[in-house]
């Protein structure tokens, strides 16, 4: 019985296989001559990759994407999803970013990890924890010096435009529980003062 489900298995997979393998090779679907003037040529594009890892490109192409500009003359914007199919698009994306993506923050640096010596004795293990959780203060209380210069020129901002009370105190209590945060993670020593 185990033999069988893999030998249907097997059979579907090529029968998949076989079909997509068939659909891809028919090429560009037929258009009709009332739409042929109105939508762009597709261009279909036979690739290989070299040993020495190059792609070389076989028969008449377009550009890849990347080499083409944002708005090129002659070519509409609706005309670049036909001059590569999703799949190379995708894979041309991954490879090297999507443009249009906005950028990735580089992420918070991590912690050290723990030495072996560290974890087997608990009392150094809990001054690295200690050592730790006061670089971590100081990073914010440096932080929170320049959100506090932002947040006053905002507010002068606010002054300066004529907002209304209400928005006002809203920036006046930011403000001031940024710095009631800072001052209590200063005077607990937790952290030193910028």
């Known amino acids: 019985m185990r033999r069988m489900k893999g030998v249907v298995a097997c059979v579907l997979v090529a029968a998949a296989g076989w079909l997509a393998w068939g659909l891809s090779s028919k090429g ?8 042929a003037s109105s939508q762009p040529p597709v261009i279909r594009e036979a690739r290989r990759v070299e040993p020495d890892g190059r792609e070389a490109r ?11 500009p944002p708005s090129s003359p002659g070519v509409p914007a609706s005309a670049a999803s036909a001059v ?11 490879l090297h970013g999507e443009r249009r993506a906005p950028p990735i923050d580089p992420p918070e640096p991590a912690a050290p990890r ?3 010596w560290q974890v087997a ?34 507010l002068a901002q606010l002054q300066a435009q004529g907002a209304s009370p ?17 001052a209590a993670l200063i005077s607990s020593g937790a952290a030193s003062a910028p």
């Open 84 to 94: 590569l199919p999703a799949a190379e698009t995708m894979a041309d994306a991954r």
């Open 114 to 116: 723990a030495e072996p």
């Open 58 to 68: 076989v028969g008449e192409a377009a550009p890849p994407m990347a080499a083409l």
């Open 121 to 154: 004795d608990p009392v150094a293990y809990q001054a690295r924890e200690r050592r730790l959780a006061r670089e971590l203060d100081a990073r914010f209380v440096t932080a929170a010096q320049a959100r506090l210069g932002e947040q006053r020129a905002a």
């Open 166 to 182: 209400q928005d006002l105190a809203q920036a006046e209590d930011k403000i001031r529980h940024l710095e009631a945060a800072q």
């Open 28 to 35: 560009a679907p037929e258009v009709p001559a009332s739409a």
